[in-house]
């Protein structure tokens, strides 16, 4: 099974922390809990820092990818009690052979959050046959 990545946009911020530090705003305090949580669990995920995921609007935002699968992006999670949903969202990610996680199966705030999804990159050799 391949390793989920949870690239987690570490800049995200809330209107009411436009003053605050880069290291206490949503973003990064959303980045620091996945990667506590994961580690505790010993989770089959690479928590991965970016600096943004342009969807400045709808803070926090992360996307879950895997060689492969549909990578999805999502919005609107909570910093402070997201790393749960988002850890239990990317376990259901990688038990797919494909990406596509079920709608029924989604935690409630993956179903509200979505963003959008990108279908797997083609091999050279798939493009080029």
Sequence with gaps: MATTHIYVCTTCKLADEAGLPAHERS???????LGALAGERQAAVEIVPVECLSVCK???TIS???PGK????YGDLPADAGAEVILE???LYGATSDGLIPWKQRPEP???GVISRV???KSVSEMNP
């Design 64 to 66: 879950f990818a895997a």
């Design 119 to 121: 279908p797997p990159l």
């Design 58 to 60: 709808r803070a926090c």
């Design 70 to 73: 549909w990578t999805y992006v």
């Design 110 to 112: 993956l179903k509200r």
């Design 27 to 33: 973003g990064a305090r959303l980045h620091r809990a």
């Design 89 to 91: 969202g990317a376990a």
